[in-house]
């Protein structure tokens, strides 16, 4: 399977995986974490991000994946995959699905991804461009709700602990699951393609406005109190707007949100497949089958057996070893070699 | 396979999905009055019932502890089932809401069919009645206090607030609730608007503003219609203005220290009616700009004097307070601090247009 | 008449005693000759004429005597004999020399060019294609006046002779392109080809998708431009239709009309047609998965009117739906089948009086009606006609999804829709092009129809100049 993407395919890419597995998610535990400083925080988390960005651009021809690395990642990003179409599950059947058995939607969702897989890969790549066009719809939804907004509740500023910082700063992270994303296709890029520390920041800075407008309208649409009894804010703040044609928005909403979810679910599969360089042989087939089986069981397991604060424990962790411990060992590990291959 | 595939396909087709909600199978509740105390609840649910073409609503009684139960059993005699999702007003008696409201909230908030943009009222007395004359006037008492209470904000009397934002009011302690006050005009038997109602905290305080001081405090809160009129008697005549916009500026440099409040508002106002005729003279609108300044400050200022005693600050002092003044708000409650503020109110009124006469 | 007795049973067995061929021994100045023809297909009296004309050329002793821009002389051989007079031409024979000399000088049973019912426009050109292969491509080559417009011929079945002529202008078409027909071209192996719709089959790249990939036409203006955005254009004799390729998804919206009116009104009618492919697909859908699941979004006075309507309703709103969208269907094809002015008369009393006794009879809902009438409309606005029985098809799974389902249902069918349309190929060109892979610049010429007088290449959907490896796809 030897394809290539342009710069802005990767960036879409990136930015799907990014927020499409806790964009409307993230807001209600790093406030919690953080009170009204949440947004500082997120910044300053949004920093770090970016240059941990930056160092795997400088390196990522350090990290090659020998086939240990390969399970680890196949593992990891099925763990992932697995607690997110759960947690899909889970949304829905709160907003929408109150009857619906998990098994319906987790079949259906697994349907889609096992259609696009068995597709060619430049559709999957490409699906991203759907989403395009209902981006701004969503934030067009979201600032209807400015006039209902406190701007009193960002004060008082800068005074929270040093353990507020830490819990905050720890949460704000799992709004970047999928960065390791970043070492697996950079590969793939068109060697015409460059990528400079401008390119970087353009896309933190768009990345970071979006998460930052939902954490900000979080803050002052709600009373802190109230924060901790909502768990999905942005859905909550958008059901409460009245548009003349339409009620509920929150229904659109989370429909866009499905789609998008969906797309990072086909994404995510996808990169397991060509992590493993699954070809369309009867073989490969057969293994890409086999994933979206274990895709099928596994999340109903966790929602049988309530795995779910487990599960996002794992994933927040998880995101250290395998976003910036296991990258930078193995770039590490690289370079002294080459350095050492260069010597001999 | 096929075979099979068809024969899912027809149960499909014909006894739906597990979600299905089929519109013709609902009853939708247009409105709903809750009466009565918490364990102890009675609700009358206001049901456009379709005949042929026509509409025409009941009035369906549930009783219960809670009021989610309240609604079961109403549900058990609806004809359809009953459906409080496109609920378009809430009305409360204010017996009812001398405990913590937020009990009778918590299920239009959980369920997420339900709509946040349902517009909430207080009653004097049970809340049937009202149902009943709002049913006979427009046949559906949801839109017939929806326009109503939508009116009061337009007349500067109510801000339009929402569920959504009544939560957010709730659960926050620098700023308490209000709500729309309404009670039978026994020689008419049409609803009238007494005032609005105070809240401290949660709970209804039992005093209320009236009119007049209810319009006053949507100027203080900046929140104000599009008919803002107020009436002064100016040398023996009425002179009637209406605020076109508010420029307030609150000053609380002094709050550290001495616990003043100075909040300043100009108001840009609007002649409507005032049978003198003589604002062509500089003087005489001066004149009249301070009068009236002087006479809404003197409102205002008696209106705060009962928000102070009843603890309640609707005004959103405490928000400002707690953003800005932390030394201040880590006293002790905010109802407290409040009710001890030198609150100082001043107006500056322009006069901008006279119409099309002097 | 020695010859003529000897060769005429000869021939007569070739053509296995045809009723309408002629074989007549004919004067000749030199020797003996024999005219030979199917009466139907020749033009007699101008064949007559020119047998005159030719026979005193013979005899005046010129060197090429036979040589006229629709005669000229060969050896005679069987096969080929067989050949000329099955394709309509007449042949005459001289036995003593062993020549052959053909004479193209067919009937004139063609049609005249007129408009084609299929695509009408309101401004511009009127001509449409006709039976006629060579006044087909007389009416590209008279827009088309370049030597860069190549027309080339290939024989397919053996049984019915029928040539396939494709066209393309050598400047603009890209070689992969062509290449890639050309071998699809050689690899069919039919007993005869009867329509486009067979030869679409054996060209294109998904037969199974419910999107057409192949454009058909019968507008030479359609061609023109089409063959000078680089497409391929494939005809076969005695079929007015004609096949484009490869197209993308967006050029099924553009209609001539577009560019022959204002750039404003162009621009507006092009979106419209857009949001036409919406409402035709999703409409009903959307409208079932409010009533039957989610009709909190409906406002309050809406509500109101929405339940007024389907409160009596027996049946669910998938089966009300298909009820009107099934009658719209009888509709649509009784009116094509019958004359036109019958099928008049069946519009009119099947979209009034039954969708009026439908609704008052309570079997349907009136807003139903509302909403399958529009979206009939809406179907109907796009200008190809393969495109829109495609929109109409469409709309039934995305109605089963939404009655199962509801939003979620046409949120997936959507993603599955979107990612058979990324999938699809045009002769191997991505068939949804501006959107996947994404070209801002050609975007906006798509949607929009901008002015000629700025400089861009303007209605091109498609822009083959670009390799593929450029245009941000994948390398296979």
Known sequence: MKFSLTKNQFFVFLFIVQTGSISIAFQSPIIKAAQQDAWIVFIVALVIQFFILVLFEKYYKHFVMNRLLRWIYSIYIMLILVLFVANIQKSLAVWVFQNTPPYVIVAIIVATSLYANMSRPESVVNLGVLLVPLFPLIFFFLFLATPDLIWTNLFPMGNISGKEWVNGLKEANLAFVGTEMYLIYRGYLLNTEKIFMKTIGKYILFIGSCYLITILFTIMFFSLAEIAIVPEPIVYILKSQEVQFIERIDLFFIIIWMMWSVITVIYLVFTVVLIFNMKKTKKGIRSVIGIHLLLFIIPLIIIWKDFFKVGNEILMYGYFVFALIIPFLVILVNTWRSKNDQKT | ?358 | MEAYNKLAPYIKTLFHDSADLIVRPLDWPEGEAILCQYSVLANQRAVNEHIDTLSIKFQEGRTNWGETSCSTVEAFYPAKLVEYVSKGESVVLFGETNLLLRINLPSNTNRSVMEPDSEHIIQGAHDGFGENMDINIALVRKRISIPDLVVKKMIISQSSNSPITYMYIESKVSKVTLDEIEYRLRKIETEYLVGTGQLADYLEDTVWSPFPQLMTTERPDKVATNLLEGRVVLMLDNTPTVLLGPVTFASYFQSPDDFNGRVLVGTFYRTLRFISFMTAIFLPAFYIAIVSFHFEVLPYELSKTVKIAVNDIPYRPLIEAMILEITIELIREASIRLPSPIGQTIGIVGGLVIGDAIVSAGLVSNVMVIVVALTAISSFVVPSIEMNTTIRLLRYPFMLAASVLGFFGIVIGTIILFIHLINLRSFKQPYFYPIVPFRPKVFKDVFLRLPFTKPHNQATSFSPKEPEEESGDFQK
């Open chain 2, 1 to 358: 396979m096929i075979k099979k595939l068809s024969c899912f396909l027809c149960v499909l087709l014909l006894s739906g999905c597990w979600d299905e909600r089929q519109y013709k199978d609902f009853a939708l509740a247009s409105m709903v009055g809750h009466d009565g105390q918490a364990n102890d609840l009675i609700s009358y649910f206001s049901i456009p019932i379709i005949i042929g073409e026509e509409v025409s609503s009941i009035i369906v009684k549930g009783e219960g502890r809670s009021t989610r139960e309240v609604r079961i059993h109403a549900n058990s005699n609806t004809p359809q089932n009953l459906d409080v999702s496109k609920l378009s007003v809430l009305l409360y008696s204010d017996e009812t809401l001398k405990t913590d409201f937020y009990q009778f909230l918590d299920v239009y908030f959980r369920t997420a069919h339900n709509r946040l943009s349902t517009l909430v009222g207080m009653t004097e007395g049970s809340t049937k009645p009202y149902i009943e004359i709002g049913n006979s006037e427009n046949k559906d008492a949801g839109t017939y206090y929806d326009d109503f209470i939508k009116g009061l904000a337009n007349s500067s009397i109510y801000p339009e607030t929402d569920l959504q934002t009544i939560c957010t009011i709730l659960f926050d302690d620098g700023m308490d609730l209000t709500l729309p006050y309404f009670h039978i005009n026994e020689e008419e038997n049409t609803p009238k608007t007494l005032g609005v109602a105070l809240f401290t905290g949660r709970i209804y305080s039992g005093t209320y503003l009236n009119v007049n001081q209810a319009r006053l405090l949507t100027i203080l809160k900046d929140e104000i219609g599009r008919y803002t009129d107020i009436t002064y008697t100016y040398e023996g005549i009425p002179v009637s203005i209406e605020v076109k916009r508010v420029n307030r500026k609150w000053d609380f440099k002094q709050l550290d220290r001495s616990g003043k409040v100075t909040m300043s508002y100009d108001l840009i106002v609007d002649v409507q009616e005032f049978s003198a005729d003589r604002l062509e003279d500089e003087k005489e609108r001066k004149e009249l700009e301070k009068y009236l300044s002087k006479r809404l400050q003197e409102d205002t200022i008696e209106m705060i004097e009962v928000l102070q005693q009843t603890k309640s600050d609707p005004i959103g002092i405490g928000r400002r307070v707690r953003a800005f003044h932390p030394k201040v708000w880590e006293k002790g409650k905010w109802a407290d601090i409040f009710s001890e503020l030198t609150i100082d109110v001043k107006y500056d009124v322009q006069i901008k247009r006279t119409g099309i006469l002097f």
